[in-house]
Nanobody, 124 residues
Framework: QVQLVDTGGGLVQAGDSLTLSCAAS????????MGWFRQAPGKEREFVAV????????NYRYSVKGRFTISRDNAKNTVYLQMNSLKSEDTAIYYC?????????????????WGQGTQVTVSS
């Protein structure tokens, strides 16, 4: 079955950078819009960033614009989230997700496949 494996999380200090990766298997990767979401303790899962299958369109949560960059390498079936200038409020479990939608949507319901999540902890 389709598998998404999130890696790259860790414990960093405020202002540091971190890059998350999500490797996909058993799907035609370029057919899928890929998103990153996060969930902090006691909070709902929320949209962070999204990139369409051809990589031409992206969208970001307002609070991460200018700090986070989503990218993908369709030859490697991998999507990345480069996170710079990390803040304590970025602390959460980060999940990648894939959906067969043409639009760079932040709606959770548009995504049918999810990674297991990777913990990002930013200390202030």
């Amino acid at each position: 079955q389709v598998q998404l494996v999130d890696t790259g999380g860790g414990l960093v200090q405020a202002g540091d950078s971190l890059t998350l990766s999500c490797a996909a298997s058993r799907l035609t990767f370029s057919d899928y819009t890929m998103g990153w979401f996060r969930q902090a303790p006691g909070k709902e899962r929320e949209f962070v960033a999204v990139i369409t299958g051809n990589g031409r369109s992206t969208n970001y949560r307002y609070s991460v614009k200018g700090r986070f960059t989503i990218s993908r390498d369709n030859a490697k079936n991998t999507v990345y989230l480069q996170m710079n200038s990390l803040k304590s409020e970025d602390t959460a479990i980060y999940y990648c997700a894939g959906g067969r939608t043409e639009w760079p949507t932040g709606s959770l319901s548009a995504y049918e496949y999810w990674g297991q999540g990777t913990q990002v902890t930013v200390s202030s």
